[in-house]
């Protein structure tokens, strides 16, 4: 699984940005897909994730500002951020997980994008 990430930029605080994850190659019709971030000297977190059946959940920092979405038809994630504040900044990634009980070689396999930097600032 190949997934590529864009729609990072520059914004000011209270603006909104569009996040897109395409994924290609041997994709799996059971997974969840997610968005992570990561600013320098700090861990990685979970901000959302979507299965491919629409559940979906958040991190309490991004709840009411961010809305996850996937169209399974183009294998692609979306993340529409809102409200943006100078805390969201850092490289946000995304992520898909295999949980095809069909393909049991690749199940629990996770694979990760290249980064896109977001950056909120006035």
């Known amino acids: 699984v190949q997934l590529q990430a864009s729609g990072g930029g520059l914004v000011q605080p209270g603006g909104s940005l569009r996040l897109s994850c395409a994924a290609s190659?041997?994709?799996?019709?059971?997974?969840?897909m997610g968005w992570y971030r990561q600013d320098p000297g700090k861990q990685r977190e979970a901000v959302a994730r979507i299965t491919s059946g629409g559940i979906t959940n958040y991190a309490d920092s991004v709840k009411g500002r961010f809305t996850i979405s996937r169209d399974n038809a183009k294998n692609t994630m979306y993340l529409q951020m809102n409200s943006l504040k100078p805390e969201d900044t850092a490289v946000y990634y995304c992520n898909y997980v295999v949980l095809d009980p069909k393909q049991p070689l690749y199940y629990g396999m996770d694979y990760w994008g290249k980064g896109t930097q977001v950056t909120v600032s006035s």
């Open positions: 190659g041997m994709v799996f019709s059971t997974n969840v």
